[in-house]
């Protein structure tokens, strides 16, 4: 039986969730054989936060934060290996994202860090690193890559539906009812990025559980129309997005240009952004979609996902907000999965990208080797 682990650190900055999975079966979808987190530490991620503005010293300090990194991956595969009872080599290959410091695809580049050689020395396992590349190569965007993944595990003819992952960015992937092959996927725009910043700045917690502090507060008006007046939102897809626009410096513009809000308020504006800036996508691209469901850190988050489900009908859309756990997979770890999916992919030498939804020029084997 081949085997693959899946890494992902995302935009949110948190840590790592991984996933030791058997090879697809004839539906597409992996068996889940094990699952494990390792949070970042407190200097990793403040160092890769660091790393996402030019600074001083940053090619030194990027490749000490790629160690480190890589250090973090292999304890996670260590994790992994222990809870399905499996070694080193029972496992065909590891699939790691990387940590985006960079994405700048209008450019012609994306950087996710790492040291993938690294990783293959500690776990002894074959690693595929650096998938968006390739994509962006061939004039995409290099994200999302999780609709080709989405399509393969969860697209059923006959009915509409839409997966959202809410991470640090949000982005989706819109499954056509009469066509699952035909799949469309694009970033909305921020997803908890900026509410983990902001009470993090005023309350000094990585997150808002729930989304308890979001929803004690009051909506401001015209704070969230001046945020939602960014040009991004009303782009045509195939787009994406990330801190290199939606971070703290672009809120804390906006916020200087307008009078004293209560700390309160604009977390609960932060939350409403998120909602309506998704809303509004689901409603323009994918109308007829029956079911939505939610994966990412976002779906945890029940004043977010409770506005969502309001803002939809409050526009005519017919859709039901869920989680993917009412599909089987936990939201927790479909981003996880996607990448030992695509991690299968390469060793296969399938193509992992859909240009639909990255606007590349045609399929491409995403990924490069690091044999063990």
């Not at 059923?156 to 991470?167: A, L």
């Not at 990330?242 to 809120?251: C, K, P, Q, S, V």
């Not at 977010?304 to 907000?321: C, D």
Request: hydrophobic content about 45%; charged content about 15%; proline content about 5%.
């Amino acid at each position: 039986m081949k085997r693959y682990i899946g890494l992902m650190s995302g935009t949110s900055l948190d840590g790592i969730d991984g996933v030791v999975t058997a090879a697809a079966d004839e539906s597409g979808r992996h068996e889940l054989l094990a699952a494990a987190f390792t949070p970042f530490d407190t200097g990793l991620r403040a160092e890769l936060l660091t790393l996402q503005q030019s600074g001083d010293d940053e090619i030194h300090r990027e490749a000490m934060a790629a160690n480190l990194l890589a250090r973090h991956y292999a304890d996670c595969v260590a994790r992994l290996l222990s809870a399905a009872a499996i070694a080193a080599s029972d496992v065909t290959a590891i699939g790691v994202h990387g940590q985006t410091i960079r994405h700048r695809p209008e450019l012609g580049y994306t950087c996710q860090t790492n040291n993938p050689s690294l990783l293959a020395e500690l776990s002894g396992i074959d690693v595929i690193a650096d998938f968006r590349s390739r994509d962006v190569a061939a004039g995409g965007q290099g994200a999302p890559l999780v609709p080709a993944y989405h399509q393969a595990v969860f697209s059923r003819q006959g009915e509409s539906r839409v997966v959202v992952n809410i991470g640090g960015i949000t982005n989706i992937s819109i499954l056509e009812a009469d066509s699952p092959l035909r799949v469309a996927g694009f970033d909305t725009g921020p997803g908890n990025m900026l509410m983990d910043a902001w009470i993090g700045r005023h309350r000094q917690q990585a997150y808002d559980a729930d989304g308890a502090w979001a929803a004690s507060g009051t909506v401001d008006s015209g704070l969230l129309a001046a945020l939602r007046s960014d040009p991004f939102f009303s782009l045509a897809p195939p787009k994406s997005t990330g801190r290199d626009l939606f971070g703290e410096a672009w809120l804390d513009r906006i916020l200087a240009a307008r009078p004293a809000i209560a700390d309160v308020d604009v977390q609960a504006t932060l939350a409403a952004l998120t909602a309506t800036t998704l809303a509004d996508a689901i409603v323009r691209f994918a109308p007829a979609a029956t079911r939505i469901f939610i994966c990412g850190g976002g779906a945890y988050n029940g004043h977010l996902l409770r506005l969502l489900a309001s803002a939809l009908p409050g526009q005519g859309h017919p859709g039901v907000v869920e989680s993917t756990a009412a599909l089987g997979v936990s939201p927790n770890h479909v981003e996880a999965l996607a990448f030992a999916w695509l991690a299968e992919r390469f060793v296969q030498r399938q193509s992992g990208n859909l240009p639909a939804a990255t606007g590349a020029t045609g399929p491409r084997i995403l990924g490069a080797l690091y044999p063990a």
